[in-house]
């Protein structure tokens, strides 16, 4: 079993940062790629980016490149997105999701999901 909690949402102007947390527990962090989602009022859950287990490989959907950044700490338990010049379009609840058996774009794929956090950009 693995645990997830996501901090670090909040409500910032169009152009800031914010900088989410994914705090696991549960089965070794190591041992899991994970990824983060968001969602939209009204909208499907849609992949933001994910990373392997080791950090080796990220990857990012395509209209988020170069703004957000996934990383993890694996002494820390915790995994980050990073996400820059923010735009009001970007508003919606962000979840991470850990141990995918498949593609990391999948939602489905994922066995396990923290609560979310929001995050809200005003213009």
């Known amino acids: 079993q693995v645990q997830l909690v996501e901090s670090g949402g909040g409500l910032v102007q169009a152009g800031g940062s914010l900088r989410l947390s994914c705090a696991a527990s549960?089965?070794?962090?190591?041992?899991?790629?994970m990824g983060w989602f968001r969602q939209a009022p009204g909208k499907e859950r849609e992949f933001v980016a994910g990373?392997?287990?080791?950090?080796?490989?990220?990857y990012y959907a395509d209209s988020l490149k170069g703004r957000f950044a996934i990383s993890r700490d694996n002494a820390k338990n915790t995994g980050y997105l990073q996400m820059n010049s923010l735009k009001p379009e970007d508003t919606a609840v962000y979840f991470c999701?850990?141990?995918?058996?498949?593609?990391?774009?999948?939602?489905?794929?994922?066995?396990?999901w923290g609560q979310g956090t929001q995050v809200t950009v005003s213009s």
């Open positions: 990373i392997t287990w080791n950090g080796g490989g990220s």
């Open positions: 549960g089965r070794t962090f190591s041992t899991y790629a």
């Open positions: 999701a850990a141990e995918p058996r498949g593609s990391l774009y999948e939602p489905l794929a994922y066995n396990y």
